[in-house]
């Protein structure tokens, strides 16, 4: 099955409102990945937290990590109408030696 | 999509028919990897290099197959033996040998069976 898993499947917003995606895993991460994918595009890099990080911030995005509750979020502020976009967390974990991607967030903010 | 390139962007097969997907890249990455996107779903690894004329198999490498001669290129073949080959296809790489590091993608190709 697949190390991460996003909630919501899907949030709609209107600009201006903030934005929150959240990603669980099941086993130990040495990092955690945010990817962007606009439709019908590839992905895109977002941000990276190290398993010793609890706190990122990048521009507009921050991505916290709970390694005790193996849980990370992704909260974009202040959300505009190109931000529409599915976002996925991606983990490496042990036993893994490839990153495993959920199946992601679709977020729609809409004008 | 960086330095990354695929092609085609749409390819349309009929059952039976193997295709070849095309992926470059000009970031002299190390590591490359192959992913299968299927509507509503994350993204499913096929196949993954390291390193040139090296590859292992990803969760869903049968029919499938690939080849890493140059470092610049991971080509993916969808051969016959692939039951449900309808999907789109994203080709990434990334640096050095840890397959953990961040990844670059390309824009992908959307195969269609007819």
């Known amino acids: 099955s697949q190390q991460g898993e996003e909630d919501p499947q899907a949030l709609s917003i209107q600009e201006g409102e903030n934005a929150t995606m959240n990603c669980s895993y099941k086993?130990?991460?040495?990092?955690l990945q945010w990817y962007r994918q606009n439709s019908g595009r590839g992905l895109v890099h977002l941000i990276l937290?190290?398993?010793?990080?609890r706190e990122k911030h990048s521009g507009r995005l921050r991505v916290t990590l709970d390694t005790s509750k193996k849980s990370s979020s992704l909260l974009i502020t202040a959300s505009r109408a190109a931000d529409t976009a599915s976002y996925f967390c991606?983990?490496?974990?042990?036993?893994?030696?490839?990153?495993?991607f959920g199946k992601g967030t679709m977020l729609l903010v809409s004008p | 999509d960086g330095g990354i390139t695929q092609s085609p962007k749409y390819l349309f097969r009929k059952e039976g028919q193997n295709v070849t997907l095309s992926c470059e890249q000009n970031?002299?990455?190390?590591?490359m990897y192959w992913y299968r996107q299927d509507p509503g779903q994350g993204l499913r690894l096929i196949y993954y290099?390291?390193?040139?004329?090296?590859?292992q198999k990803g969760d869903i490498a049968e029919g499938y197959s690939v080849s890493r001669e140059k470092k610049e290129s991971f080509p993916l073949t969808v051969t016959s033996a692939q039951k449900n080959p309808t999907a789109f296809y994203l080709c990434?790489?990334?640096?050095?040998?840890?397959?953990?590091?961040?990844?670059?993608f390309g824009p992908g190709t959307r195969l269609t069976v007819l």
């Open positions: 991606a983990t490496d974990s042990s036993g893994y030696s490839t990153l495993t």
């Open positions: 086993t130990s991460i040495n990092n």
């Open positions: 290099s390291q390193i040139v004329n090296d590859f």
């Open positions: 937290i190290r398993s010793n990080e």
């Open positions: 990434a790489s990334s640096w050095g040998d840890r397959t953990t590091d961040t990844q670059y």
């Open positions: 970031l002299n990455h190390d590591a």
